[in-house]
């Protein structure tokens, strides 16, 4: 049983769990002790030193900035004014706290704080359907649009939507990106002639390609109603994204073992099953090695794009944060800096169990 | 007519001053239903050959014909066993041979190319290990899925390129005794390259060495009358094959030794004396 939930720990990339397994089993204590340290208690103890030097250094730049402020109240109203601000500091309240970068504490405040608010939110959301419901019912017999929630979306719903974005740009850059690849590769004529372009239109800015791909959604939506800047924003970062798989597919397919090529001659197989039964299985490491990078482009990219494009999600949540300037405005900034990390981390986990899955190693079949 | 004809092949690679010679003048005519072996150094453009034979390169001058006409391309009937087994590693054994059954038999019933299919990977013994993947076959087992995917297509003709090379003694010993049981059974036309000089003796009807490339040449050919089926143990006390093999062997080794005596460099050696130890 539990040699089966090793093999599901280590497919799952949660490798680091086996010694533990191991140990509750009694197997070679000392050795999977060791293990543990090194691959479980080794990063927790990391983790805690970034923890530490990040609580240092915000208190020092905290002490900084209130120094300044103390001495600044010192210059221009004198001494009774400094006491003032010195107390006023240390009594915590909110209209004096120096604005600098927040402590661990205070993020995990701010983490806490945007959970509560997604609750009311998510309350109100439901208050908002319950009295709607017999409206709409009513608007949509009578061919009129539903009456919809307006309000503002919690910090989860923005979680939600930049996901959302993030996948339909990285189908779209799937969709457009490994065709091209597989009939580039293919193909050393269309490969020496679209070289330059690829390699033209692989350093672009996202934000370039977002004023690009506005100014064509711009006119192509004129006359509908639809949300625009959605399409916007997934088209951008999908176009961003999607030049590592073309150019990793049309590499995989364009070194495609000689062996195989020489089999699928041999047995005279046709062009289409040359491709997909020879070309694309011997490419796919390849392309997936694409498409990780394309999945890690799109996540990265996504923030600036979402900022610009103002459409709603992570990007337009750490703008409007950084806009509002309230007291904890820096936290809940680093609160989506870490959200926004980890989902990238485990985006990357899930395309590489997808990776290990349809994979073979390059030797096998030599 | 002989079935397979080489005539006059030469094949060069490279452009300009960089060309290399890798064949000159390879003159060869093999017979329906007989087995040929060449036997040669590695490096010495057997593969050369062999994909010359089989239609995946063109000489760069003369002409290779099968049964009377040039060869052109690959050809579902002549089968390839290639040295590295060269399986497609993301299908299972069925697929691999089926894929080759799904090619040749493309007109024929999917029931027929089933049977058919496992009909083959019945035949090399691996009926347990159908559904596996290459990754999980010893050397032996690869190269039987190998055997099976090429018999499979009905080729008139085999050409084996150093099918056994990679395989241990004992292995090796079976594998030549299965192909040479299924060879008997419908007296295929074959053609098998390797380096191996018992090997091409105890399998062949005639064997022809090749003198190592740049500019590689055919050898004197020796016929092998030795009655089939031939027995192995009994085979090492054989006059005939001890004596083809003598040539064989002496005829190789006077190639060898003119290789390295055409070395240009001299070596300077150190004057030293050895020292007196008492």
Redesign the interface.
């Known amino acids: 049983m539990s040699d089966k939930l090793i093999k599901i720990t280590r497919f799952v990339g949660l490798g680091f769990f086996e010694p533990v397994i191991r140990l509750s089993r009694g197997e070679e204590s000392k050795k999977n002790t060791i293990l543990i340290l090194k691959k479980i208690v080794a990063p927790l103890a990391s983790i805690l030193l970034f923890l530490g030097v990040w609580q240092a250094g915000s208190q020092a730049l905290y002490n900084i900035e209130a120094d300044s402020r103390i001495e600044k109240a010192f210059n221009g109203q004198g001494q009774a004014a400094a006491a003032e601000m010195r107390i006023c500091i240390e009594s915590g309240d909110v209209s004096c706290q120096p604005n600098t970068l927040p402590s661990p504490a205070q993020v995990y405040g701010a983490f806490k704080t945007l959970l509560k608010d997604h609750k009311v939110i998510n309350a109100d959301k439901k208050r908002f359907k319950e009295k709607t419901a017999i409206l709409n019912k009513q608007r949509t017999s009578e061919g009129k649009n539903p009456i919809v929630y307006t309000g503002r979306p919690s910090f989860v719903d923005q979680i939600i939507t930049s996901i959302k974005t993030v996948f339909a740009g990285f189908l779209l850059a799937i969709f457009i990106a490994v065709p091209i690849g597989v009939v580039i590769g293919l193909s050393s004529t269309l490969r020496s002639s679209f070289n330059w372009l690829i390699q033209i239109l692989k350093p672009v800015s996202p934000v370039v390609w977002l004023l690009l791909v506005f100014m064509v959604v711009k006119t192509l939506t004129k006359d509908s109603n639809t949300d625009s800047s959605f399409i916007i924003s997934f088209v951008s970062v999908g176009l961003c994204a999607m030049w590592a798989t073309v150019v990793n597919t049309a590499m995989g397919v364009s070194t495609v073992d000689k062996d195989f090529i020489n089999v699928a001659k041999v047995l005279k197989l046709s062009a289409f099953q040359k491709v997909f039964k020879v070309i694309l299985p011997s490419s796919l490491p390849l392309i997936f090695t694409g498409l990780r990078i394309t999945f890690s482009v799109a996540w990265m990219v996504l923030i600036a794009i979402e900022l610009l494009a103002q459409s709603p999600g992570l990007g337009s949540f750490v703008w409007e944060e950084f806009q509002n300037g309230a007291n904890d405005s820096n936290s809940k900034i680093i609160v989506a800096m870490f959200v926004i990390g980890i989902i990238g981390f485990l985006l990357d986990r899930l395309m590489l169990i997808i990776q290990t899955f349809v994979s073979f190693s390059k030797n096998e079949g030599i | 007519m002989a079935y397979l004809e080489l005539n006059n092949v030469y094949k060069t690679y490279g452009q300009g001053s960089n060309t290399t010679e890798v064949l000159s003048n390879i003159n060869l005519s093999i017979e329906e239903g007989e087995f040929v072996a060449i036997v040669g150094f590695t490096g010495s453009g057997k593969t050369t050959l062999v994909?010359l034979i089989?239609g995946?390169i063109k000489p760069t001058s003369g002409e290779v014909l099968f049964k009377g006409k040039p060869v052109e391309?690959?050809?579902?009937e002549r089968?390839?066993i290639?040295q590295?087994?060269?399986?497609?590693?993301?299908?299972t054994v069925y697929q691999n041979v089926g894929?080759?059954v799904k090619?040749?038999f493309s007109k024929e019933s999917k029931s027929f190319r089933v049977k058919r299919t496992k009909e083959y990977i019945d035949m090399v013994g691996l009926a347990p290990a159908i559904h596996k993947?290459?990754?999980e076959l010893s050397g032996g087992m690869?190269q039987r899925v190998a055997v099976a995917?090429a018999l499979a297509?009905d080729p008139q003709m085999i050409i084996m390129d150093e099918p056994l090379g990679a395989l241990d003694a004992l292995t090796r010993g079976k594998l030549q005794d299965e192909i040479l049981n299924i060879w008997n059974r419908n007296k295929r036309t074959a053609l098998l390259i390797t380096n191996d000089v018992d090997e091409g003796i105890y399998m062949a009807d005639r064997i022809i060495p090749l003198r190592p490339g740049p500019n590689a040449v055919l050898g004197p050919e020796f016929k092998i009358d030795i009655a089939r089926p031939r027995d192995k143990t009994e085979l090492n006390d054989n006059e005939s094959f001890k004596s083809v093999r003598n040539h064989l062997i002496e005829y190789l080794m006077d190639i060898g030794n003119e290789r390295t005596q055409h070395s240009d460099v001299i070596y300077e050696l150190p004057d030293l004396e050895p020292k007196d130890l008492r």
């Open positions: 994909n089989n995946l391309g690959t050809s579902h089968g390839v290639f590295n087994y060269s399986l497609l590693p993301w299908l894929l080759a090619e040749a993947y290459p990754s690869k995917r297509m």
